[in-house]
């Protein structure tokens, strides 16, 4: 079966953080590390895994969660998902944490 991932990047060069979806959670930092074209992780190439978490079998499920975090605009929610001692509830409870 087919997983997707959401994870959480961090560029401490850019002090900016990156919210994404994936099959493939190591490929897609490889991309964002080494693609200078990408509008907003391309200028910086250290990017790290914060935080990353099993969404499920869906595609359409993870841009879901994934669109609802980033349309949140809130730097609170994202250090919450950053924390390792934080358990997700109602709209991102399907997220399932992974150690990174």
Request: glycine residues 4%.
């Amino acid at each position: 079966m087919l997983m997707y991932y959401l994870y959480i990047l961090h560029s401490e060069t850019a002090s900016r953080y990156f919210i994404g979806t994936s099959e493939d959670p190591k490929e897609s930092l490889n991309f964002h590390n080494t693609n200078e074209t990408h509008k907003y992780t391309g200028k910086y190439a250290d990017w790290k895994t914060v935080a990353l978490f099993e969404c499920g079998d869906s595609k359409e499920e993870a841009r879901k969660i994934e669109e609802f975090i980033t349309k949140q605009k809130n730097k609170k929610l994202l250090m919450k998902l950053i924390d390792s001692s934080f358990t997700p509830t109602d709209k991102l409870e399907k997220l399932k944490r992974i150690v990174v």
